[in-house]
């Protein structure tokens, strides 16, 4: 055993691979030993700030579909297994779990193919850098008041966008997204409310999105975008896939909701314009592609910066203005959202001491610019309410 794995996990070649393979697939008694070890390697991934998810979508990026259902089964003994170490994770590790729990386990090989595709699995994972910890056991939560309430409302919602994404007919996609809108702004709403009548605003949270290739950083700024205009903040780690978004939890709720559907909005819309260009005989389909989505997140960035300005400054009126005649007023909204901003701003300072800025690169297709744009343009963003 320890000649297998030392042999396969310390040397990056193919043949150490094999090696340790061949070494582990003549030995079934080593079996429950390699399957501690998995478990101690995925151990060792919480203790530097991985998710389950994250974990996953690493998986993916560096290997294949067999290795995320190798660990998505890994993970799930993990959890289950007595000798774990108890942690404070919170509803996302939860959620996050349960997507695992529906994949199909992984399919049945050969003893030296799956040796392999395990030993590959473990390479990986011992070679996992530290990422910063969201400490999910002191991110808000939803009030105990109404928590089946919370988990119908993000059914709804998700349910949806779903039918908005699926359905071929723009004005039936437009106003199940509007009313999809609606319920997030809402469900939003609500717990701010709810936070500053009890005085008890609690921390920011934060979670981590997936920014899958190609055209990542139009992707990121997309993201950046939908996290601004929701009071968060987004900050990119390029290397590995992802962004992290910090907010207020009901405003990361939103982020991930509005954050999906766009993109999912974007792609349809440049599918069906790459095929209109290609039919008129262009042939430059990566380029336009680019550009066309770096036009699309640049486009809805400024159309989402131009309604949170708005709505800011109509939501501020209104609840200056008082309640009615004597009602003891409530806290007036603009040092609210200052307090809950500064709140953000300083999580991501203690998250992220450094940080970059980076650019848009490869825009050089004009029409799928102009394309682009014309589709944020065409994309349904609703404003939020007044509060009462």
């Known amino acids: 055993m320890d000649s ?26 080593a079996d429950p030993e390699v399957a501690r070890r998995g478990r101690e390697f995925v151990a060792a991934a919480w203790r530097r700030g991985w998710q389950p998810a994250d974990v996953v979508r690493i998986v993916r990026r560096e290997l294949d579909d067999h290795h995320v259902r190798l660990v998505a089964r890994l993970i799930l003994d993990e959890q289950g297994h007595p ?8 509803p996302r590790w939860a959620a996050q779990l349960a997507e695992l729990d529906g994949l199909a386990p992984p399919p049945r090989t050969d003893r030296f193919s ?25 991110a808000p939560r939803s009030s105990p008041e109404r928590p089946s309430g919370d988990t119908r409302m993000l059914s709804r919602i998700r349910a949806l966008l ?4 699926a359905t071929g007919f723009p004005e039936e996609a ?27 605003p609690g921390a920011p949270g934060a979670c981590r999105i997936g920014v899958d290739p190609p055209y ?14 929701n009071r968060c903040q987004a900050v990119w780690n ?41 039919a008129g005989g262009r042939k430059r389909t990566k ?18 910066a131009a309604v949170a300005e708005a709505q800011t400054e109509a939501e501020a009126s209104g609840s200056q203005a008082g309640g009615a005649p004597g009602e003891t007023p409530g806290p007036e909204l603009l040092p609210v959202l200052a307090a809950r901003d500064l709140a953000v701003h300083e999580q991501v300072t203690r998250l992220f001491p450094d940080t970059v800025t980076t650019r848009v690169r490869g825009v050089s297709d004009e029409a799928g610019w102009h394309q682009g744009a014309e589709a944020a343009d065409r994309a349904r963003l609703a404003a939020r309410p007044g509060l009462p």
Not at 216 to 229: G, S, Y
């Open 216 to 229: 990542e950083t139009a992707k990121a700024v997309l993201l950046d975008a939908v996290a601004r205009a």
């Open 114 to 138: 799956q040796a392999t595709a395990v030993l590959e699995l473990y390479r990986l994972l011992l070679r996992l850098p530290a990422l910063e910890p969201l400490d999910e056991a002191h």
């Open 83 to 90: 000798a774990r170490e108890e942690a404070g994770h919170g």
């Open 4 to 29: 297998a794995f030392g042999t396969a996990l310390y040397a990056d070649t193919d043949a150490a691979l094999d090696t340790g393979a061949s070494l582990l697939a003549a030995d079934p008694s």
């Open 174 to 200: 437009e106003a199940l997204s509007a009313k999809a809108q609606e319920l997030m702004v809402r469900h939003s709403i609500d717990e701010a409310l709810l936070a500053a009548r009890t005085r008890d």
């Open 287 to 304: 380029t336009f592609r680019q550009s066309f989505l770096a036009a699309y997140a640049h486009r809805i960035g400024d159309r989402l």
């Open 238 to 278: 390029e290397a590995l896939g992802f962004s992290t978004v910090v907010g207020f939890e009901p405003d990361l709720e939103a982020v991930e909701l509005l954050h999906t559907s766009l993109l999912v909005q974007a792609t349809t819309a440049m599918t069906k314009a790459e095929a209109a260009q290609r």
């Open 162 to 165: 779903a039918k908005a994404e």
